[in-house]
């Protein structure tokens, strides 16, 4: 975890690494903090849009051959408070699925908010996750973490670990200048980035588990080929199966009529 001064006050930009995240969802105290959390961190929601946001406002695309969900929302313009616009962030398919459970476990309507109408009661999970994390895990930097900074997590997780494209990510986060995202919500000074970039430049001397994006391109090519001749093989033993058993239901009928005469 890395804490960055704020430029212009107090207070810490907190930077998290997957497993400290992952951490942080575990000591949520309730389910409706883990959605918010989640909502946050993987489809990047401020802490306004995830207190409108509705299970009827999540949707799978219409356009052919995408299969992928977002959510309707209305966000704030960066640097300008008072305007908003509408914006369709990215949703994971296991959070959809961890949503509808959700609502269909309390009994909410599509057009209901997933969390209560009230800014104290997010802010008050938050606070009670952040404890419980530190408790649990002896390491009060969680104590600084705000829910701003899951949106930092979103960031800097797609960007340094998973290779979106930064203008990408700055639309689905609704930042409408890249470089200000780079500058508030990017950090790269984490062990695992830097040396999965060592990796990828040859340098390292020692191994490493990194696998280049045409790596992974040839393991799920690999992957898609192995299951193809399982399928064929498996279609092969039917079919073979299939024929047998006529061949042997025809020759129960030839006997028969021999018998028969």
Known sequence: MRLVPHADDDGYRVFMEPHEYQKFLECTPRDRAEIACRLGGESSLRKKEVRDATSGGIYKSESPGVNIYFMRVWGKETRKEESKKPRKPWVPRSLVQEIDRYCERKNIRPSEPLYPWSSSTLQNDIEDTRERAAQKTGNNDFLKVTFHDLRRYFATNMFYRQGVNIEFIAVLGGW??????????LDPYFDDVIQNHLAEKG????????????EKALEKI???????????????????ASAEAKKDENSGANHSLVDFS
């Open 203 to 214: 340098v390292l001397d020692v191994e490493t588990g990194y696998k280049s994006d045409s």
């Open 222 to 240: 690999d992957a898609l080929l192995d299951r193809t001749m399982t399928l064929e093989k498996t279609l092969q033993s039917q079919e073979q």
């Open 176 to 185: 409408e200048d890249p470089d200000y995202m780079k500058d508030e919500y």
